[in-house]
C-alpha cells in the first residue's frame, strides 16, 4: 500500500534515525561538525528515499535497476568532463554498483563519502596540473584533434594521462581565445590606422594568464567554496534523476530562488549579483527598485562590506554569493547598508531601505501589430513568459488574472485579433493554465490529471462566460513546456484555435509538488533543519482527447523551421522520461466556427514560408546545427585551428542577415498601457527595445498572416 499524506510518509523511518540527535560529542569542533553533517546526509537521504518510495507517481523499487541507474547517473554528475578522475577511481567506486539501494536501505553513506575523499584528492591535484600546463606555451604546430563529445572518451588511467588531456582542453581553450583576440584586433585596425597589433606571442600569453585566472575563480567558488549541502545535494540529486527528469531536490536557499523566479518578486534592493575576483559584482539594478530610486548603486560596481540598519558591518569579500545575497535580501520597510567601489576606484557607503521587488519582464504583456502590407488589420500580441504565481501571497500576481486583463484591455480597444505567444514558456501552475484556456472557450473540460493510483480527474472550465470570441493563433516551439503544452492542447482540440511553431512542443506532461522537509519533522530533529525541499512527480496530466503530451508534445498545425528542425531535442532525450500513453477522451464539444477551412490557410503559409527568405535561411541554418552537432572533433594545430575557423565564419556570413530584418509591422501599445511607459524614460527604453524586436520577428509576422487568413476566412 502507498501513503499519500506526508506526516505518515516518514513515520516508518524514525526508528532507524532517532540516534541522530545524540550525533554531537565532546570532540574538537572540526571532528564535531563532521560527525553533525554526516548524520544530517543520512537523515536528508533517508527522508528523500521515503518520499520517492512512498509518494513519487511511478516509484522505483530500491534493487540493482535502481541501484545502477543511480550509481551511473552520480559518476557522470561528479566528473561530466572526465577531466578528474582516474580509472582507478571509477574501478573502486564500481564496486558499488550494485550496493547503492542497500546504502539507502540501511542509511549507509560509505559511497558517499569514499567518493568526496577521491574527488577531493584529485581537485588538489587538477589544480597543480593546470597551473603548471599554463605556465609556459603549448606546441601549436603539433598535429592532434580533441575530441569535444565525452561520451566518446574513457578515463584516464595514469596521472600522465589525465594531465595530457588536460593539456589537450587548455590548449584548445587558449588556441580559440587567441584566434578571437586576433580576429577583434583586425576589425579594430580595419576601422582606425592608429590601432597596434599585438603579435601572436603576446595575444598567446594574455590568453593563458586569461584562461588561468579564470579556472583558478572556478576552483574557488565551485570546488573550495563548496560546503557539505552542495556535495549531498549532487549525491541525492542523483537518485532523484533516475525516477524522472524532473524529480530534484532543492536546497533552502535554491527553494527560495525558485520561488522569486516563480512568482517574479522579491522583497530587497533589487540588484542582480554575481562574484569578480573575490567581491560581490552588481551585474544589473532592476528599474523601479530600491537600488533604481536610490541612485547610487550601478553595474559593475563592487559590493565591499554589508551590514544591517544597526549591526556592524561584515566584510564579504571571498564570501559564497549565496550567503552575502542572504544578507543584503530582507523584509519589506528594512535597511540595509553597503559599502560600494566604483569602477573608477571611488569608495562610497550607502543606504538603501528594503522593498518588494517587481520584475515587469517576467510577466504578461501586450502590444497592438498590423501589417503594413495588407490593410491594416488590428491584432493584439500577447506575450506570456511563464504560468506564474505566487503561492506565498494570496494578493500576488497571477498569470491568470493577469491575462484576463490583458483581455479585457484588448476587448476595450475593440480589437478582435490575438497572438497569443507561449514559445520558450517552460510552464508553471496547472491550474493558471486552465483559467487561461477558460477566456476563450464558453466552458468545459481543459485538462485530465491521473495520479499514481490510476486515479483520473477532470479539470474543467466552469464559467459559461467566453472572455474573448475573436481569432486566436498560439504561438509554440521546442522550449514550450508544461502548462504551456497544456494550454496549446486544450486549445487545439476544441478546434479553438491555431497552433503555429516548431515541429512539436517540449513534451513534459508530468505534475510536480514540493514537499518542505522540514515540515514532515517532529521537534527533536530541529538541529537538523533546515533540509529544504524536494520536489517531486505526482500526476500525469492528458489531453482531453485522450492523449498524453509526454514525450510527443503538441504538434502545430502550421510547422514552421528552426534551427533545431535536424535535431531530436525534448522530454523524449531524457533517460528516465516517463513513456507516453493515453487515456480515455471525456465529453467535449468541438466547435468549426472558430477555424472553418484549416486546409487553406495552413497551404497559404507553407506558400510563404517556401518564398520567405529569412524561413530559407533558418533551415539551411537548421542543417548546419545538425552537421556542427555531428561532427565532435577540434584541430589542435593553430594554422589548422584558424584555417577551420574562417571557413566556417565564411559558412555562417549567409547567415547574417537572421534576426535583423524588419519585417512589415507596426508596433504600438494598448491605448491604456501609454501612461505606464510614459512616466519613466527606462522603462520607455526598454518597451522601445521589444517593439523592434517584435519587428523582426519571422515567427510573429508569419502568425500575423496567419490571422489575417483566418480574418478572411471567417468573413
Do not use: C
Not at 408 to 436: C, F, Q, T
Amino acid at each position: 500500500m502507498r501513503i499519500n499524506n506526508p506526516m505518515y510518509i516518514f513515520s516508518f523511518i524514525f526508528w532507524a534515525i532517532t540516534y541522530f540527535a545524540s550525533a554531537q560529542q565532546s570532540v574538537d569542533d572540526v571532528a564535531a561538525q563532521k560527525i553533525f553533517e554526516n548524520q544530517k546526509n543520512k537523515l536528508l537521504t533517508s527522508v528523500v528515499t521515503a518520499t520517492l518510495e512512498n509518494a513519487h507517481y511511478q516509484p522505483r523499487q530500491l534493487d540493482d535497476s535502481l541501484s545502477t541507474d543511480f550509481f551511473d547517473e552520480y559518476l557522470q554528475n561528479i566528473d561530466r568532463t572526465k577531466k578528474f578522475l582516474l580509472q582507478e577511481d571509477v574501478d573502486a567506486l564500481t564496486k558499488f554498483r550494485y550496493d547503492m539501494d542497500d546504502q539507502l536501505l540501511s542509511d549507509r553513506l560509505d559511497f558517499f563519502n569514499l567518493s568526496m575523499q577521491i574527488v577531493e584528492k584529485r581537485n588538489a591535484e587538477v589544480q597543480k596540473i593546470y597551473r603548471e600546463l599554463l605556465a609556459k606555451p603549448f606546441d601549436y604546430s603539433k598535429d592532434e584533434l580533441i575530441e569535444l563529445d565525452t561520451d566518446k572518451v574513457g578515463y584516464s588511467k595514469t596521472l600522465d594521462e589525465l594531465k595530457d588531456s588536460w593539456r589537450q582542453a587548455l590548449k584548445y581553450q587558449v588556441i580559440s581565445q587567441v584566434a578571437n583576440a586576433m580576429e577583434m584586433q583586425e576589425k579594430a585596425a580595419s576601422k582606425s590606422d592608429t590601432v597596434t597589433l599585438k603579435p601572436f606571442e603576446t595575444l598567446e600569453q594574455e590568453a593563458r594568464a586569461s584562461i588561468l585566472k579564470r579556472h583558478d575563480e572556478w576552483f574557488h567558488r565551485m570546488i573550495e567554496q563548496s560546503n557539505n549541502t552542495d556535495k549531498i545535494s549532487v549525491y541525492i540529486n542523483s537518485l532523484t534523476a533516475v525516477f524522472d527528469p524532473h524529480t530534484s531536490y532543492f536546497p533552502p536557499k535554491l527553494k527560495e530562488d525558485f520561488d522569486i523566479r516563480f512568482s517574479g518578486t522579491v522583497e530587497g534592493i533589487g540588484a542582480t549579483l554575481s562574484t569578480k575576483d573575490g567581491y560581490v559584482k552588481v551585474v544589473e539594478v532592476v528599474p523601479g527598485s530600491p537600488s533604481w530610486k536610490q541612485g547610487d548603486l550601478k553595474a559593475e560596481d563592487l559590493i565591499m562590506k554589508v551590514g544591517q540598519a544597526d549591526g556592524e558591518m561584515v566584510d564579504v569579500y571571498d564570501m559564497r554569493l549565496d550567503d552575502a545575497v542572504k544578507m543584503i535580501r530582507g523584509p519589506k520597510g528594512t535597511e540595509v547598508r553597503l559599502t560600494i567601489r566604483k569602477p573608477d576606484g571611488r569608495v562610497l557607503n550607502i543606504s538603501i531601505i528594503r522593498d518588494k521587488v517587481i520584475r515587469e519582464e517576467t510577466y504578461a504583456k501586450s502590444a497592438v501589430i498590423t501589417d503594413k502590407n495588407d490593410g491594416g488589420l488590428q491584432v493584439a500580441y500577447v506575450y506570456l513568459p511563464s504560468f506564474y504565481s505566487n503561492f506565498n501571497d494570496a494578493n500576488g500576481r497571477n498569470s491568470g488574472d493577469d491575462m484576463k486583463k490583458e483581455i479585457e484591455k484588448i476587448n476595450n480597444e475593440g480589437i478582435h485579433n490575438i497572438i497569443l505567444d507561449l514559445r520558450n514558456n517552460g510552464g508553471g501552475s496547472l491550474m493558471d493554465a486552465v483559467d487561461i484556456a477558460g477566456l476563450f472557450i464558453k466552458n468545459g473540460p481543459v485538462v485530465q490529471v491521473k495520479d499514481g493510483q490510476e486515479r483520473v480527474q477532470v479539470l474543467n472550465d466552469n464559467d459559461a462566460k467566453i472572455y474573448f470570441d475573436g481569432n486566436l493563433v498560439v504561438l509554440v516551439n521546442s522550449f514550450s513546456a508544461s502548462a504551456s503544452e497544456i494550454l496549446a492542447a486544450a486549445l487545439q482540440d476544441y478546434h479553438r484555435a491555431l497552433i503555429v511553431g516548431t515541429k512539436s512542443t517540449y513534451g513534459k506532461g508530468t505534475v510536480q509538488r514540493f514537499t518542505d522537509l522540514d515540515r514532515v519533522l517532529p521537534a527533536r530533529f530541529n538541529q537538523y533543519k533546515e533540509l529544504g525541499s524536494l520536489k517531486y512527480t505526482m500526476q500525469k496530466f492528458y489531453r482531453i482527447n485522450g492523449g498524453a503530451t509526454q514525450k510527443k508534445g503538441v504538434i502545430p498545425e502550421i510547422v514552421l523551421p528552426d534551427i533545431y528542425s535536424y535535431i531530436d531535442f525534448g522530454e523524449k532525450e531524457e533517460l528516465a522520461a516517463m513513456p507516453w500513453d493515453e487515456i480515455n477522451a471525456v465529453n467535449y464539444t468541438i466547435t468549426d466556427k472558430y477555424i472553418p477551412d484549416y486546409v487553406n490557410i495552413e497551404n497559404k503559409s507553407k506558400e510563404r514560408v517556401e518564398k520567405s527568405n529569412q524561413f530559407g535561411l533558418l533551415d539551411e541554418r537548421a542543417k548546419l546545427v545538425k552537421q556542427e552537432n555531428d561532427e565532435t572533433t577540434e584541430p589542435l594545430n593553430f594554422d589548422v585551428f584558424l584555417k577551420t575557423k574562417k571557413e566556417k565564419e565564411q559558412e555562417l556570413k549567409k547567415f547574417e542577415a537572421l534576426g535583423k530584418e524588419k519585417f512589415a509591422i507596426d508596433v504600438r501599445n494598448l491605448n491604456v498601457d501609454n501612461s505606464f511607459f510614459d512616466a519613466d524614460s527606462t522603462r520607455q527604453e526598454v518597451n522601445k527595445e521589444w517593439h523592434s524586436a517584435i519587428e523582426k520577428d519571422p515567427y510573429i509576422y508569419e502568425a500575423l498572416k496567419v490571422v489575417e487568413d483566418l480574418h478572411t476566412t471567417r468573413k
